[in-house]
């Protein structure tokens, strides 16, 4: 059973930062790439930054050059640091595999930018 649980979300100014964390149980999880996604209200939910297992990151153009995702398979864990936060970051992130499995999706955080 794997279960991510994605922490780290909050509100913040536009240009300010945010470190958001997903811890992952399982044993499973060293062996797949992962990904951070984000949904806003009515709108589908996005990819916005992926690592594979061994390190290799790719990136939305909308957060590239701003954001970083880092893995610690020995520590099950995946964060996304985000900085020069916009208001179009606004939304519900989430973690999960990439490409994601349907059945592990968490409840995600919520970052709200905003002045």
């Known amino acids: 059973q794997v279960q991510f649980v994605e922490s780290g979300g909050g509100l913040v100014q536009p240009g300010g930062s945010l470190r958001l964390s997903c811890a992952a149980s399982g044993s499973i999880f060293s062996i797949y790439a992962m990904g951070w996604y984000r949904q806003v209200p009515g709108k589908q939910r996005e990819l916005v930054a992926s690592?594979?297992?061994?390190?290799?990151?790719t990136y939305v153009d909308s957060v590239k050059g701003r954001s970083t995702i880092s893995r610690d398979n020995a520590k099950n864990t995946v964060d996304l640091q985000m900085d020069s936060l916009k208001p179009e970051d606004t939304a519900v992130y989430y973690c999960?595999?990439?490409?994601?499995?349907?059945?592990?999706w968490g409840q995600g955080t919520q970052v709200t930018v905003s002045s």
């Open positions: 690592i594979t297992s061994g390190g290799r990151t």
């Open positions: 999960n595999f990439a490409p994601p499995w349907r059945a592990y």
